[in-house]
């Protein structure tokens, strides 16, 4: 992902990279002295914290969520009143996170389920408030997303799934179902209905 004049790359080799655009073009090469390596570790997603150089938040084939980032570790609620002075930590995955995109104020972070079709619901949104607070989850897609980007300004969510379709969202401080009058440029609310592949396959074999 890239942010302002600089980007990170990951992958399932187990390797963060992290690029200066324009250090990158008068060296020729990245800043190899930021690598970060997991061997065991396949990327998936990797962003960038905006305003923050070389700090990253990533996602793998695990359900473990990797950062550097001390700050982003908060204390769990149900330990936070227990009088054990227990430790802030990163927030225990329930489901495997296949996609990221941060907003770019840095205090939204979108998260794309990339579960397998086996599971009921694989191709949700979850939003979180950072430090890490899940606010909502959306289920967006019947199969596993295979891509989140956000515009530059903010405004519009993009997601892609297995399942062949796009979704764009609108990005809002505020539910526009409480406001009828909406605002200016926004989307409409789709009137489709998201339905599982074996439906649609019985709706078509009996249209047939």
């Not at 980007?7 to 800043?31: M, P």
């Not at 505020?174 to 605002?183: I, M, N, S």
């Amino acid at each position: 992902m890239c942010i302002r004049d600089s980007f990170a790359t990951c992958g399932q080799d187990g390797n963060i990279y992290f690029y200066d655009l324009y250090t990158s073009q008068d060296i020729g090469e990245r800043n190899r002295d930021r690598d970060k390596g997991r061997r065991e570790v396949k990327f998936s997603s990797v962003v960038n914290l905006p305003g923050r150089d070389y700090q990253f938040i990533a996602v793998g084939n695990e359900k473990i969520i990797y950062t550097e980032s001390n700050d982003l570790k908060t204390i769990p609620r149900q330990l936070a009143n227990d009088g054990s002075n227990p430790q802030a930590q990163l927030p225990d995955l329930k489901h495997h996170i296949s996609q990221l995109v941060i907003h770019h104020s840095g205090k939204i972070l979108f998260c794309g389920v990339g579960e397998q079709s086996e599971v009921s619901y694989p191709g949700a949104i979850q939003v979180w408030k950072l430090p890490f607070e899940c606010g909502a989850e959306i289920q967006a897609h019947a199969s596993p997303i295979t891509r989140l980007r956000i515009n530059h300004s903010n405004t519009h969510l993009f997601s892609v799934g297995q399942d062949g379709m796009l979704a764009i969202f609108d990005v809002k401080d505020r539910d526009p179902k409480r406001d009828p009058e909406g605002v200016q440029g926004a989307l409409k609310f789709s009137q489709e209905i998201l339905s599982e592949k074996s439906k649609v396959d019985d709706l078509i074999t009996e249209e047939e």
